[in-house]
C-alpha cells in the first residue's frame, strides 16, 4: 500500500540555519503530497502542498519541489526561526478518502 | 470560513470508565470526518472516518467507536478505557461529495486524555 517515510528527529538547528526535512513515498498512481506542521499543543495545519510531478509548493519561506523520479517531497527552509520550532508532517493523497501521513520530524531551533 | 471544534481540551480519567470526545464543523456541508490519534512522541493513526451521516470506517479495531449523528458532529466513545488508549486525539475535516486527491485535511485543536 501507500506509505510516507520521513527523516527521524529530533532535528536541531541554530537560528538562520539552513533546513533541509527528506521525505520519500511509495504509491500507486499519482498522489497528491503534503507538508503539515504541528506546533506544541495544537493540531496540524497545512504548511504547503504540491498536486503533480514538477509542481513546487511554497508557503511561509518553505518550499518542496514534488519529484516522481525520485518520489521525494523534501522540505527546505533558508533560514529558520525560532518560531519554526513543531513538528513537521509529510502525507501523501490520492483517489479515496484517506492521507496517508509520515511519522513526523520534530525540529527544534535554537536561538 | 469553516471552523473546527473540539471538547474537551484536556481530560483525565480512570482506567475501566466512559469516554465521549465531541468534534463539530463549522461553514462547511457534508464534509469528510476523521479521527486520529497521536501518541506521545508518534505520528497520526486514523480511528474512524465518515463519509456521511450514519456512515462510519473503522480502521483500528479497538475499544473505541465513533458516530455521526448530525452532518457535522462526529463523536469518538469507548465504554471502558485502556492504559492504553491516553495519547492526543485530533479530529479532522476534508470536503466532502468526493475523494479527490488534492483535498486537504483540516484539524483541529485536539483533545489530550490521560487515562489512569
Known amino acids: 500500500g501507500d506509505s510516507v517515510t520521513q527523516m527521524e528527529g529530533p532535528v536541531t538547528l541554530s537560528e538562520e540555519a539552513f533546513l533541509t526535512i527528506n521525505c520519500t513515498y511509495t504509491?500507486?498512481?499519482?498522489?497528491?503530497l503534503f507538508w503539515y506542521v504541528q506546533y506544541p499543543g495544537e493540531g496540524l495545519q497545512l504548511l504547503l502542498k504540491?498536486?503533480?510531478?514538477?509542481d513546487k509548493g511554497s508557503n511561509k519561506g518553505f518550499e518542496a519541489t514534488y519529484r516522481k523520479e525520485t518520489t521525494s517531497f523534501h522540505l527546505e527552509k533558508g533560514s529558520v526561526q525560532v518560531s519554526d520550532s513543531a513538528v513537521y508532517f509529510c502525507?501523501?493523497?490520492?483517489?479515496?478518502?484517506?492521507?496517508?501521513f509520515g511519522a513526523g520530524t520534530r525540529l527544534f531551533v535554537k536561538a | 470560513s469553516q471552523t473546527i471544534h473540539q471538547w474537551p481540551a484536556t481530560l483525565v480519567q480512570p482506567v475501566g470508565s466512559p469516554l465521549s470526545l465531541e468534534c463539530t464543523v463549522e461553514?462547511?456541508?457534508?464534509?469528510?470526518l476523521y479521527w486520529y490519534r497521536q501518541a506521545a512522541g508518534r505520528g497520526l493513526q486514523l480511528l474512524f472516518y465518515?463519509?456521511?451521516?450514519?456512515?462510519i470506517s473503522s480502521e483500528v479495531p479497538q475499544n473505541l467507536s465513533a458516530s455521526r449523528p448530525q452532518d457535522r458532529q462526529f463523536i469518538l466513545s469507548s465504554k471502558k478505557l485502556l492504559l492504553s488508549d491516553s495519547g492526543f486525539y485530533l479530529c479532522?475535516?476534508?470536503?466532502?461529495?468526493?475523494?479527490?486527491?488534492?483535498?486537504?485535511?483540516?484539524f483541529g485543536p485536539g483533545t489530550r486524555l490521560t487515562v489512569l
Open positions: 479532522a475535516w476534508s470536503l466532502g461529495g468526493t475523494s479527490g486527491k488534492t483535498d486537504t485535511q483540516y
Open positions: 504509491a500507486t498512481g499519482y498522489p497528491s
Open positions: 504540491a498536486t503533480k510531478a514538477d
Open positions: 502525507a501523501l493523497k490520492g483517489g479515496g478518502f484517506k492521507t496517508i
Open positions: 461553514g462547511t456541508s457534508n464534509p469528510n
Open positions: 465518515s463519509v456521511g451521516i450514519g456512515q
